[in-house]
């Protein structure tokens, strides 16, 4: 694709309106919020997915190296610079569930608080049938 033709498509692809983000002083600041309508429904679409009996939760980067707040540095891992994911997947590798780290976590009032890592592995199984298999 030449360059000229992907600086039209960024200029006009917006997902949000820019003007209703709220300001990093207000509660409900979102770090993601030009891109979080794609991510919901991405997420929306990955939920309609049956799902297998063996899940895993893991960590992925996607490797990044410009300049954004969101940019992790992960030394251990193959690829050092990027944007940290968080997947619920079956044992087939099809995900059903993600998020992306933000550098807090919110922990939703009726999840029980168990540390930084467990409290994403609750928040990403909260869509998990329960009691079935």
Same mark, same amino acid.
Not at 72 to 100: C, M, R, T
């Given at each position: 694709?030449?360059?000229?033709?992907?600086?039209?498509?960024?200029?006009?692809?917006?997902?949000?309106?820019?003007?209703?983000?709220?300001?990093?002083?207000?509660? /409900?600041? $979102? +770090?993601?919020?030009?891109?979080?309508?794609?991510?919901?429904? %991405?997420?929306?679409? #990955?939920?309609?997915? @049956?799902?297998?009996?063996?899940? /895993?939760? $893991? +960590?992925?980067?996607?490797?990044?190296?410009?300049?954004?707040? %969101?940019?992790?540095? #992960?030394?251990?891992? @193959?690829?050092?610079?990027?944007?940290?994911?968080?997947?619920?997947?079956?044992?087939?590798?099809?995900?059903?569930?993600?998020?992306?780290?933000?550098?807090?976590?919110?922990?939703?009032?009726?999840?029980?608080?168990?540390?930084?890592?467990?409290?994403?592995?609750?928040?990403?199984?909260?869509?998990?049938?329960?009691?079935?298999?």
């Amino acid at each position: 694709m030449p360059l000229n033709r992907w600086e039209a498509i960024k200029k006009f692809l917006h997902f949000n309106d820019n003007n209703e983000q709220p300001g990093r002083q207000e509660e /409900s600041f $979102d +770090e993601l919020y030009k891109i979080r309508p794609l991510i919901t429904h %991405l997420v929306s679409k #990955l939920m309609t997915i @049956p799902m297998s009996e063996k899940l /895993s939760v $893991d +960590e992925q980067m996607v490797p990044f190296k410009g300049r954004n707040r %969101l940019k992790q540095y #992960l030394p251990a891992k @193959p690829k050092k610079w990027g944007y940290k994911l968080f997947f619920v997947a079956g044992s087939d590798g099809i995900p059903h569930n993600f998020e992306v780290y933000t550098g807090r976590v919110v922990q939703p009032p009726e999840l029980a608080d168990v540390g930084a890592s467990g409290n994403i592995v609750l928040q990403l199984a909260q869509p998990v049938p329960k009691h079935n298999n």
